[in-house]
């Protein structure tokens, strides 16, 4: 009889045992409203993670958020530079509805600002009674404009509220709200407070002051963003001795702190670029870590969703050789190109209880998904029309998961550029704000997803349903004009 009793128990252990493991795999969770935690890297490319085949920087971290999360291998930034990008993925609309398509400074600071009249993110977030926090570069609004992050939901912002200024890792100054925060020693000619080390200990704070209540924390990291600039130290130290020895980058007259007049959007002189921006890159990952740290140290883990993504692929500019890391993974094209090495970033998400790890997802998603799957995460279904899709289906393996009908993009910049990706299509075209008919490029990416063979000529129907979609996909706006006639 006690045998008897043993082999029950024992039927009940495993039966329960499969039960909370087909749980786990079906996406069951019993936190209503989980933290979440948003990561935006700048300029970081596909290739520059080590699970996604870097082989010179060391990223030990965000390899460890992948093998605890799920992997997008299909995801697309909102465009191929800082303010559009952040203007898609704050809105739900994609580059041809949403209100800042393009970077518009101001000045003497600031840049186009966002409406007040538009929900984004974190007003959803507010509404839904999550406190609210950003930390790093916002580029969506100057203070006291109705682009204002504390305009836009966020309760606190800390870091540049100019991305022109962001271009600077020693500025004289930050923003808390509204109020400047003046660096220690940093005055235009001495670089001693790196402000990205500020900016990461305003947001870990902010997680322990709201332990205990949900929060939404939008970190923007500068890095790995030019100027290249890495405090002196065993990171820098690491790089240049596996690097070795390499070419000094030498700024033009203006740009290395102490100059004058100092241009403060340019980039610093720099002798060690590579190893520089290893360093920043490694740098980035340490943060990350630090943050997941964070979150075991506050018993949050369980009840945090950690999402890490770019704002676009990886620039060329301040001395940086993408080639040389092989930034761009397998990928055509870098920031600015609206190749996919352009706007292809790696997205990571991480939710405990939900998704198992190590997964990987072919949805192609975009930045502008994420507004209508954290609408469905919080149970919102009033949304004005977006462009968005939420995938929360895929991450709770639901079979019923949306799929995009088109992505769009747009760029205003070096003539004008747009892209479309329908279902394995990619159609390109280049030089628009002149000629409104530009001649597409057309590339199959299951085939071909370096874009490497133009089919254009092979496919008149597909090109005439890509030049309709090219005029039917956006709205004109009288600041962001792409075409002359506008």
Not at 227 to 251: F, M, Q, S, T, W
Not at 277 to 295: F, S
Request: aromatic share 12%.
């Amino acid at each position: 009889m006690k045998g008897l009793w043993i082999s029950f128990n024992l039927f009940l252990t495993t039966l329960l045992f499969f039960a909370c493991q087909e749980s786990k795999q079906l996406g069951e969770s019993t936190i209503t409203k989980p933290n979440i935690i948003f990561i935006l890297a700048d300029d970081l490319g596909y290739g520059d993670l080590g699970f996604l085949g870097q082989k010179i920087i060391e990223t030990p971290n965000l390899d460890r958020l992948a093998a605890e999360g799920i992997f997008f291998s299909n995801h697309y930034a909102g465009a191929t530079v800082c303010a559009p990008s952040r203007s898609t993925l704050m809105t739900g609309l994609h580059t041809g509805h949403t209100p800042v398509r393009g970077n518009f400074e101001i000045q003497p600071e600031g840049q186009y600002p966002l409406p007040d009249t538009i929900l984004t993110i974190p007003r959803l977030f507010k509404e839904a009674g999550y406190a609210t926090g950003a930390f790093g570069k916002w580029g969506l609004g100057f203070v006291g404009t109705e682009g204002d992050p504390n305009h836009q939901g966020f309760d606190q912002f800390f870091g540049y509220n100019c991305q022109r200024i962001a271009h600077r890792y020693y500025p004289e100054y930050l923003w808390d709200n509204a109020e400047k925060v003046f660096l220690e020693g940093n005055d235009w000619t001495q670089k001693i407070t790196y402000a990205a080390d500020i900016i990461h200990k305003e947001s870990l704070k902010f997680i322990r002051d709201n332990a205990n209540n949900p929060f939404f924390m939008f970190v923007t990291s500068v890095m790995p963003h030019a100027e290249l600039a890495v405090p002196d130290g065993e990171l820098l130290a690491y790089y240049r001795e596996k690097i070795g020895p390499e070419e000094p980058h030498i700024a033009p007259r203006g740009s290395d702190y102490g100059d004058e007049p100092i241009n403060i959007p340019g980039y610093q002189s720099n002798p060690y670029p590579k190893a520089s921006y290893a360093a920043m890159v490694a740098l980035l990952d340490r943060q990350v870590g630090e943050i997941m740290d964070k979150l075991d140290e506050l018993g949050l883990t369980e009840q945090t969703i950690i999402i890490f993504t770019s704002d676009n692929g990886p620039h060329q500019e301040g001395g940086n050789d993408p080639d040389f890391f092989n930034s761009n993974g397998i990928f055509r094209g870098y920031k600015r190109d609206l190749y996919e090495g352009g706007i292809r970033v790696p997205m990571i998400l991480k939710w405990p209880g939900v998704i198992q790890g190590g997964a990987q997802s072919g949805h192609v998603s975009a930045f502008w998904d994420f507004l209508p799957t954290f609408a469905d995460l919080l149970g919102e279904k009033n949304l004005d029309k977006l462009d968005g899709v939420s995938f929360l289906p895929s991450l709770k393996g639901r079979k019923e998961q949306k799929q995009h009908d088109y992505l769009y993009w747009e760029f205003h910049e070096l003539g004008g550029r747009q892209a479309i990706r329908k279902g394995d299509w990619k159609a390109v075209r280049y030089n628009v704000k002149n000629n409104p008919d530009a001649p597409i490029e057309l590339f199959d990416l299951k085939k071909d997803p370096t874009e490497s063979l133009d089919l254009s000529d092979q496919y008149p129907e597909v090109i005439r349903e890509m030049q309709a979609l090219f005029v039917n996909a956006r709205t004109s706006n009288p600041v962001f004009k792409l075409f002359t006639e506008e």
